[in-house]
């Protein structure tokens, strides 16, 4: 028998529903934020979990790897707007309600996956910004510099910087 899984994520707690293939709620519980936590909590109901799905958010991406590498869940991370439209219809937006929705969603196949960055790949692009930022703060410090040295001003908007 296939059981798919949705995860509401706010910031703190997520609340998951799992269903089985015919959309009957068979699980329903809210636990904390925490990646071994959600993978404790869905091995306990004993169930085959055929896919784990949740709507892309700031915590998608070590829910993603996390679920998928260290605990080897099929996982699916949905677009935002698509997941969003299709919850709309309903009338009690709660977690809960969001994770039953998600939860058939996924079992529909309604959904259009995101891809997820690798973690070098983010390691990467937060090592560049870095540099950026570091390259604009040393150009701004040479700017001063050269006031400095030879005792100038210049004005940008609408405010005077003196060296």
């Given at each position: 028998?296939?059981?798919?899984?949705?995860?509401?994520?706010?910031?703190?707690?997520?609340?998951i529903c799992v269903?089985?293939?015919?959309?009957?709620?068979?699980?329903?519980r809210?636990?904390?934020?925490e990646?071994d936590?959600?993978a404790?909590?869905?091995?306990?109901?004993?169930l085959?979990i055929?896919?784990?799905?949740?709507?892309?958010g700031t915590?998608?991406?070590?829910l993603?790897?996390?679920?998928?590498?260290?605990h080897g869940f099929?996982?699916?991370?949905?677009e935002?707007r698509?997941?969003?439209?299709a919850?709309?219809?309903?009338?009690?937006?709660?977690?809960?309600?969001?994770a039953?929705?998600?939860?058939?969603?996924l079992r529909?196949?309604w959904?259009?996956?995101?891809h997820?960055?690798s973690?070098?790949?983010?390691a990467?692009?937060?090592?560049?910004?870095?540099?950026k930022?570091?390259?604009?703060?040393r150009?701004?410090a040479?700017v001063?510099?050269?006031?400095?040295?030879n005792?100038?001003?210049f004005c940008?908007?609408g405010?005077?910087?003196?060296?």
């Open positions: 028998m296939e059981y798919y899984a949705g995860l509401d994520v706010p910031l703190r707690s997520v609340s269903i089985d293939f015919e959309g009957k709620i068979i699980f329903e809210s636990v904390a934020c990646v936590v959600i404790n909590t869905l091995a306990q109901t004993s085959l055929t896919r784990i799905g949740f709507e892309a915590m998608s991406q070590p993603f790897y996390g679920l998928k590498e260290q099929d996982v699916v991370c949905m935002a698509q997941v969003n439209a919850l709309s219809a309903m009338r009690n937006k709660t977690d809960k309600n969001d039953r929705g998600i939860a058939q969603v529909s196949g959904y259009s996956p995101v997820m960055k973690r070098r790949s983010h990467m692009r937060t090592l560049l910004s870095s540099r930022a570091c390259l604009r703060t150009k701004l040479v001063m510099h050269r006031m400095w040295v005792d100038t001003s940008r908007d405010l005077e910087v003196v060296a």
